[in-house]
């Protein structure tokens, strides 16, 4: 599958981006007025290899949640029984991202890749047992029932302190599950998908994951998380540092490098990733652990990239390092760290309205307004 969806995956289409920019000059508005919206726009048309691009409506969020074993270095001072705790909230409706899922129409959709624990008995929404019976339904994209999927690879990762997070056929395992769910979404009507995730610990991987792709320093790529105090943010540093001393990822082998400092979440949005580029169909990313993914997903397929699009600037330092490295600019930036999907579903809008204006704009001729 991961060949397959690799193999599907095109660079952007030349004639579909000029046509755009184009069209943007003909548009009942000064040229370049728009400003990055413009440019937003034509990378869509190119995406989907059409001018005006779809409407990224209706919007899917999904968010894949994992555990890790190197939460037991003490990483993070919340208690790794958190994160099933936050999937009843996000099927209860509770958490941020379903206010603002809610907000902009968009459905959310939760896969447990790799919890620890066993989810609360009362957890909410629709379980769907594994990805096989999964299949277009209206169900799938309705924004009043957040829903669940359960595509466990196994119960959180090894602690990448100590070996290897996962086994190249785990690491696998969790991106096909992404490029599944891509699938399945895509297939049920999405036009654009959102990244979320939820996972005590998860940053430190990202950390790992962005300086391995990136050559940063882990003094660079790490952050405070959760909001870790001096000592523990020190040694979290040192965490990240010694784990990639002693596996010495290769860039060049995204998978190795998922399996031995990533986390279960981190692949299957890499999976995620690459299917919706082999769909030609958007992905609004959201923070550091969705940045940390896509350079997971970039050292796969390069043109992946056309596909996706930054959401928001985390203030996780690794997530500026990463969009730099992916050469990708953020919509916005109001200093964000929550995760969840929370900082795409708020750009969400500014994607809706970069393509809408090439759908819905009069241009001169026709609006019968003069041209300087």
């Given at each position: 599958?991961?060949?397959?969806?690799?193999?599907?995956?095109?660079?952007?289409?030349?004639?579909?981006?000029?046509?755009?920019?184009?069209?943007?000059?003909?548009?009942?508005?000064?040229?370049?007025?728009?400003?990055?919206?413009?440019?937003?726009?034509?990378?869509?048309?190119?995406?989907?290899?059409?001018?005006?691009?779809?409407?990224?409506?209706?919007?899917?969020?999904?968010?894949?949640?994992?555990?890790?074993?190197?939460?037991?270095?003490?990483?993070?001072?919340?208690?790794?029984?958190?994160?099933?705790?936050?999937?009843?909230?996000?099927?209860?409706?509770?958490?941020?991202?379903?206010?603002?899922?809610?907000?902009?129409?968009?459905?959310?959709?939760?896969?447990?890749?790799?919890?620890?624990?066993?989810?609360?008995?009362?957890?909410?929404?629709?379980?769907?047992?594994?990805?096989?019976?999964?299949?277009?339904d209206s169900a799938v994209l309705d924004p009043a029932v957040p829903r669940l999927v359960v595509a466990s690879v196994r119960r959180g990762t090894r602690d990448l302190a100590v070996t290897a997070a996962l086994t190249r056929d785990e690491a696998l395992a969790a991106v096909?599950?992404?490029?599944?769910?891509?699938?399945?979404?895509?297939?049920?009507?999405?036009?654009?998908?959102?990244?979320?995730?939820?996972?005590?610990?998860?940053?430190?991987?990202?950390?790992?994951?962005?300086?391995?792709?990136?050559?940063?320093?882990?003094?660079?790529?790490?952050?405070?998380?959760?909001?870790?105090?001096?000592?523990?943010?020190?040694?979290?540093?040192?965490?990240?540092?010694?784990?990639?001393?002693?596996?010495?990822?290769?860039?060049?082998?995204?998978?190795?490098?998922?399996?031995?400092?990533?986390?279960?979440?981190?692949?299957?949005?890499?999976?995620?990733?690459?299917?919706?580029?082999?769909?030609?169909?958007?992905?609004?990313?959201?923070?550091?652990?969705?940045?940390?993914?896509?350079?997971?997903?970039?050292?796969?397929?390069?043109?992946?990239?056309?596909?996706?699009?930054?959401?928001?600037?985390?203030?996780?330092?690794?997530?500026?390092?990463?969009?730099?490295?992916?050469?990708?600019?953020?919509?916005?930036?109001?200093?964000?760290?929550?995760?969840?999907?929370?900082?795409?579903?708020?750009?969400?809008?500014?994607?809706?309205?970069?393509?809408?204006?090439?759908?819905?704009?009069?241009?001169?001729?026709?609006?019968?307004?003069?041209?300087?």
């Open positions: 599958m991961l060949e397959t969806t690799i193999a599907a995956i095109r660079p952007p289409d030349e004639s579909a981006m000029a046509a755009a920019r184009e069209l943007h000059g003909r548009l009942t508005k000064p040229a370049g007025s728009l400003g990055a919206l413009e440019e937003l726009s034509v990378r869509l048309a190119g995406l989907a290899g059409a001018c005006p691009p779809p409407l990224p409506e209706p919007a899917a969020v999904a968010i894949f949640a994992g555990d890790h074993g190197v939460h037991a270095q003490g990483v993070s001072p919340w208690p790794q029984e958190v994160t099933g705790q936050m999937i009843g909230n996000f099927l209860a409706g509770g958490a941020v991202v379903n206010a603002f899922a809610r907000q902009a129409g968009a459905s959310v959709t939760v896969v447990d890749v790799g919890v620890a624990h066993p989810l609360p008995s009362d957890a909410a929404g629709p379980d769907r047992a594994g990805l096989d019976a999964a299949g277009p096909q599950t992404g490029i599944r769910i891509a699938d399945e979404l895509i297939d049920a009507g999405a036009r654009i998908l959102l990244t979320g995730d939820m996972g005590i610990g998860n940053t430190t991987p990202a950390a790992a994951l962005i300086a391995a792709f990136t050559g940063a320093d882990p003094l660079d790529a790490t952050g405070r998380g959760t909001g870790v105090d001096d000592p523990t943010f020190a040694h979290k540093v040192a965490v990240v540092r010694a784990a990639l001393a002693r596996h010495t990822p290769d860039p060049a082998d995204p998978l190795g490098v998922l399996a031995a400092v990533g986390g279960l979440e981190h692949a299957a949005l890499a999976g995620l990733i690459l299917g919706a580029a082999a769909r030609r169909t958007p992905v609004l990313l959201d923070g550091v652990i969705a940045v940390s993914a896509a350079l997971a997903a970039a050292a796969f397929a390069p043109d992946a990239v056309g596909a996706m699009v930054a959401g928001h600037r985390s203030a996780e330092p690794g997530a500026t390092v990463a969009l730099r490295h992916l050469g990708l600019d953020p919509l916005i930036d109001l200093g964000l760290r929550l995760g969840e999907g929370t900082g795409a579903l708020l750009a969400l809008p500014v994607v809706t309205g970069a393509v809408r204006v090439l759908h819905e704009v009069a241009t001169f001729d026709s609006a019968g307004v003069a041209e300087k």
